[in-house]
């Protein structure tokens, strides 16, 4: 078919779609008696029932005429071309109507992961709260072994087992430093640690002296 899938229609529809085709393009003429009705069920492979219901179509919208015992004749060259653009129409409509059924349906199943995910993280967040993990507040100090370095060079989370969570530096928050982010002396660390980690934790920013208070998150 050069017009219409027959995946799109049904099959007869198609058959009259393509004969519709051929008296567009001049293949049958008007006035011309074109193939009868076992002809053309051969043609196509289809039933003559099939045949049958597509030249009926053919004929309801002027395109043909059926006269028993005379064949089927050609009508009307202008009818096949309004026949052929309403089933244009009609195929847009309804490839649009698939591709908004598949969008909600795949918008159904992203909720559904969205839905699993939060329910996922939830489920995390409350298993950390139970970890008992402190926020607490140390100072670098000058002796601290950190200054100059960055976290990652002092393999902070390693040796610590705590997270950093913000920088307070001369009146500017650094929040989520990353991991090149130079410390200096003075430094106010905001870090999320385990309670039995906290000596590991004072040692290496410079002492107990260091220690500026905790509050349990």
Same mark, same amino acid.
């Given at each position: 078919m050069d017009v219409l899938s027959s995946q799109v229609f049904p099959r007869y529809i198609t058959i009259a779609v393509d004969i519709a085709t051929r008296i567009v393009r001049g293949e049958y003429r008007e006035g011309q008696k074109i193939f009868g009705r076992s002809t053309l069920a051969g043609r196509y492979n289809v039933s003559p029932e099939t045949i049958r219901r597509a030249l009926t179509?053919? @004929?309801?919208? +002027? &395109?043909?005429? $059926?006269?028993?015992? $005379? +064949?089927v004749v050609v009508r009307s060259q202008k009818a096949a071309e309004a026949f052929l653009a309403e089933c244009g129409h009609r195929q847009v409509l309804r490839e649009m109507q698939e591709r908004l059924h598949r969008l909600l349906r795949e918008r159904d199943r992203i909720n559904a992961e969205i839905?699993?995910?939060?329910?996922?993280?939830?489920?995390? /967040? #409350?298993?950390?709260? *139970?970890?008992? @993990?402190?926020? %607490?507040?140390?100072?670098?100090?000058? =002796?601290?072994?950190?200054?100059?370095?960055?976290?990652?060079?002092? %393999? #902070?989370?390693?040796? =610590? +087992?705590? /997270?950093?969570?913000? &920088?307070?530096?001369? *009146?500017?928050?650094?929040?989520?430093? @990353?991991?090149? /982010?130079?410390? @200096?002396?003075?430094?106010?660390?905001?870090v999320l640690a385990p309670p039995e980690q906290r000596e590991q934790l004072y040692s290496l920013v410079g002492g107990p002296n260091s220690h500026q208070g905790g509050t349990e998150e």
């Open positions: 179509l053919l @004929q309801d919208m +002027g &395109i043909v005429h $059926v006269s028993p015992g $005379v +064949g839905e699993k995910l939060m329910n996922e993280l939830l489920d995390y /967040t #409350f298993k950390m709260a *139970g970890n008992l @993990q402190r926020i %607490e507040e140390v100072r670098i100090l000058p =002796t601290s072994p950190l200054v100059g370095k960055s976290l990652a060079e002092a %393999e #902070f989370r390693a040796r =610590t +087992g705590s /997270t950093v969570l913000a &920088i307070y530096r001369r *009146g500017e928050e650094i929040l989520s430093p @990353q991991a090149s /982010t130079v410390l @200096q002396a003075g430094d106010i660390l905001i």
